[in-house]
């Protein structure tokens, strides 16, 4: 699958974001991306997403807006029903589920979930990638407010603190 790849993971943190030079992601295999980035609108290698890790409620998003976006690149999920539902919707995708690795992370952060950005960078190490990582926070610049994010990539409620099931200490330590 994606093994032994040269990988680069973006966030979509606008402020991580800021400088940085997108020339560089023609060096990589692979660029991953997480949730709803496909909505953002980006340009050229700034849109570039060749594997794409998306949560429950982005699978939804897609099963309810259409599943076009996901086709030509690997799309990541964390449960085997939903690699399912997805492929029933589209059988021209290609859905990986982690659900496996999902539940090992689970367990090492319990009582709490570890970030999506984390498992996929955790994911892609054990399958022996070189990984480089680049815009993310850590929200560092607050917990999930639009104005955080690249445009079009949060349209959810903002939040004044951290979700209580996360708990970002656990994954920055990780």
């Known amino acids: ?3 032994n790849k040269k990988v680069l993971i973006l966030g979509p943190s606008k402020l991580a974001l800021e400088n940085f030079d997108y020339s560089i992601v023609d060096n990589y295999d692979f660029i991953a991306r997480t949730n709803k980035l496909l909505q953002c609108n980006l340009k050229n290698n700034e849109g570039r997403c060749d594997l794409l890790f998306i949560n429950s409620s982005v699978v939804r998003f ?3 807006h259409g599943t076009g976006h996901l086709e030509n690149r690997f799309v990541f999920v964390k449960r085997k029903q939903e690699k399912q539902l997805l492929l029933k919707a589209n059988n021209k995708l290609n859905v990986i589920d982690i659900e496996e690795a ?3 992370h689970y367990k090492m952060f319990y009582p709490h ?3 999506y950005g984390t498992l996929a960078i955790s994911y892609l190490l054990s399958e022996n990638n070189h ?3 680049a815009g993310f926070d850590f929200y560092t610049s ?3 407010n639009k104005e955080s994010y690249i445009s079009g990539y949060y349209d959810l409620v903002d939040l ?5 099931i996360h708990k970002i200490k656990k ?4």
Request: proline share 7%.
């Open 1 to 3: 699958m994606i093994k």
């Open 62 to 64: 897609y099963l309810k």
């Open 102 to 104: 999902w539940l090992e």
């Open 113 to 115: 979930q570890p970030y």
């Open 131 to 133: 990984v480089s990582v």
């Open 142 to 144: 607050g917990f999930s």
């Open 160 to 164: 004044k603190e951290e979700e209580p």
């Open 171 to 174: 994954d920055i330590l990780f």
